[in-house]
């Protein structure tokens, strides 16, 4: 099903540049596979601060949420069609098309994420068959808490509320607990 990605890659800095147009990239990524899988899509990467977003921690972390994904799909039944994964400076990023209902899929992966120490790194975005992507406030659920403080993150990352060091650290610390 899914392959790890190998922990073999330099750590290099990414420009804001570089990470916007990663994101444009993503985005055409996802839009390509909707229309031809037509189907519920997982686009899963990793939240992580700073400049470097390529390095073993990250990818540590990114497999732990593949080994994850691959577990809760098993439990739910789900169809995995199609799945691919990129090792990219800009970060890991894996799309899956899924045979299954987007809304359904979406609680299940925010429960994964809140459930798992490490699950609060974990980026699972899902859309349905037409391109609808689905958030934590459509399901009426909270915002994600700060990785640092029981804050709301959008709030700490705008203040800049903690050091890059303390969150890596932190980081550090949930990657590394049990799973």
């Given at each position: 099903m899914?392959?790890?990605?190998?922990?073999?890659?330099?750590?290099f800095e990414?420009?804001?540049?570089?990470?916007?147009?990663?994101?444009?990239?993503?985005?055409?990524?996802q839009?390509?596979?909707?229309?031809?899988?037509q189907?519920?899509?997982?686009?899963?990467?990793?939240?992580?601060?700073?400049?470097?977003?390529?390095?073993?921690?990250?990818r540590?972390v990114?497999?732990q949420?593949l080994?994850?994904?691959?577990?809760?799909?098993?439990c739910?039944?789900?169809?995995?069609?199609s799945?691919q994964?990129?090792a990219?400076?800009?970060?890991p990023?894996?799309?899956v098309?899924?045979?299954?209902?987007?809304?359904?899929?979406?609680?299940?992966?925010?429960?994964?994420?809140?459930?798992?120490?490490?699950?609060?790194?974990?980026?699972?975005?899902?859309?349905?068959a037409?391109?609808q992507?689905?958030?934590r406030?459509?399901?009426?659920l909270?915002?994600?808490?700060?990785?640092?403080?029981?804050n709301?993150?959008?709030i700490?990352?705008?203040?800049r509320?903690?050091?890059?060091?303390?969150?890596?650290n932190r980081?550090?610390e949930?990657?590394?607990?049990?799973?």
């Amino acid at each position: 099903m899914f392959c790890p990605l190998p922990d073999t890659q330099e750590q290099f800095e990414i420009s804001l540049p570089e990470l916007l147009d990663s994101r444009d990239a993503r985005l055409a990524r996802q839009q390509a596979w909707i229309g031809l899988h037509q189907v519920t899509l997982i686009s899963f990467t990793v939240v992580f601060p700073g400049a470097v977003k390529d390095n073993s921690l990250v990818r540590h972390v990114f497999n732990q949420g593949l080994n994850a994904l691959k577990q809760i799909a098993s439990c739910g039944q789900w169809v995995f069609l199609s799945q691919q994964s990129w090792a990219l400076k800009t970060g890991p990023e894996c799309l899956v098309a899924v045979d299954g209902d987007a809304i359904e899929i979406k609680k299940a992966l925010i429960h994964l994420e809140e459930s798992s120490p490490v699950g609060r790194l974990w980026d699972f975005d899902v859309f349905d068959a037409n391109g609808q992507q689905y958030s934590r406030s459509q399901l009426n659920l909270p915002p994600r808490q700060c990785l640092v403080c029981e804050n709301e993150a959008k709030i700490c990352a705008r203040q800049r509320t903690h050091s890059l060091v303390e969150i890596l650290n932190r980081i550090e610390e949930l990657a590394n607990a049990t799973y």
